[in-house]
């Protein structure tokens, strides 16, 4: 284990670099009962104790690398997303086009145009729901995205 690692993190292949540049970063929201994307700072970003993906584990997600501004592989894992999405039954509320302008406005937010190592975290949830129940009929709106981009290194 490296010095400026901390100690309770032990060193494996998942292990990151905490980069000081993630501290200022915003977080893409497509809220999914206005509809309306929105980027929000790091430390602002909250999900409600409502929200089906928290509440039941409801919802899917993507774990996507960019390099200099270019999303790797992003065909494969907004199909990946959408067959997801259609196996649990799941409208997103928009199309691929739409969820891959949202992943660089979000990159593009946090000018990290010219980061060799961007980890974007892409999560979907069912979204929000009016009672703390398992049927998606009480959900209120659309899935809420969340787009959360890291420097990893």
Known sequence: ?????????AANSHTSVLNPKNAAILVGFRDGVTNDFRLVPRDQAVVSVFDSNFLIGD???EGIRAVRGRIQFAKEHINRLFQSAKAMYMD??????????????????????????????????????STPYQNPHVNIGLPLIVIIPEIKA
Do not use: C, F, Y
């Open 92 to 129: 997103l509320g928009l199309t691929k086009a739409d969820l891959l302008s949202l992943l660089h406005r979000t990159i593009d937010a946090n000018d990290m145009g010219d980061e060799p190592h961007v980890h974007i975290r892409l999560v979907v949830s069912r979204g929000l729901k």
């Open 59 to 61: 919802g899917i997600w």
């Open 1 to 9: 284990m490296s010095e400026s690692q901390p100690k309770s993190q």
